[in-house]
């Protein structure tokens, strides 16, 4: 009886082995996807930031010229 029982666990082990895996191997495979897709998400996120951060940069720039020059041209026409 012993060695039926003995047989019945192994099989099952072997079994429950295989399963464990490919389990395994899945849950790799999803991580792997996840993985990249959370780089390539950051990296257009990033890639975003910076073209906005740009766009900002180069507007104020454009700005602060503006105000500078009302500036200056306000005062010579009250130092006049």
């Known amino acids: 009886m012993k060695s039926s029982s003995s047989k019945l666990n192994t ?8 399963v464990g895996s490919e389990v ?3 849950a790799q495979k999803t991580w792997n996807k996840t993985k990249e897709g959370t780089e390539k998400g ?6 975003g ?8 940069k180069e507007v104020s ?5 503006k105000t ?3 500036a200056e041209e306000l005062k010579t026409k ?3």
């Open 61 to 65: 720039k454009e700005g602060w010229d």
């Open 68 to 70: 500078k020059q009302g």
């Open 11 to 18: 099989r099952r082990k072997a079994k429950s082995d295989s």
């Open 24 to 26: 395994s191997e899945g």
């Open 78 to 80: 009250v130092t006049e």
């Open 42 to 47: 950051w990296n257009a996120t990033k890639e």
């Open 49 to 56: 930031t910076e073209k906005g951060w740009n766009k900002t």
